[in-house]
């Protein structure tokens, strides 16, 4: 992997936090793959871009806030998060958590699959 490669996933994955806290939905979807899978706590799979843009745009319980990523570590088309969230939820509630994302990008360096977890108390 050449450091232009590892260069263009971490800016990719950057722009994808970045067009998120801009809530740029649009922008956001056109960075995932037709058929992209993304799973996350409390949903079921959201896949290709039509589920992607529903979720962004309605079933998604942030109303706004910022992602701050901690570190980003980052391999053949795969990338690891550990972050931080702060900001509001549709009920007007104030949160703030710590999350970790796993990205798998193709070749065209869109986003294939995407994992997200989150540091909350279940068990």
């Not at 994955?13 to 970045?18: E, F, L, M, Q, S």
């Amino acid at each position: 992997m050449t450091t232009f490669e590892v260069q263009q996933i971490t800016e990719r994955v950057r722009r994808y936090y970045a067009l998120v806290d801009d809530g740029d939905v649009e922008g956001v979807v056109g960075l995932f793959a037709d058929r992209a899978v993304y799973e996350r706590p409390g949903y079921d799979p959201i896949v290709g871009r039509e589920g992607l843009d529903a979720f962004y745009r309605g079933r998604r319980v942030i109303d706004s806030g910022r992602h701050r990523v901690v570190t980003l570590v980052v391999g053949s088309h795969d990338a690891a998060v550990e972050g931080e969230f702060r900001g509001r939820l549709k009920d007007g509630s104030e949160v703030e958590l710590r999350f970790a994302d796993f990205f798998r990008l193709n070749g065209e360096l869109l986003i294939e699959v995407r994992n997200t977890y989150f540091f909350s108390p279940l068990v």
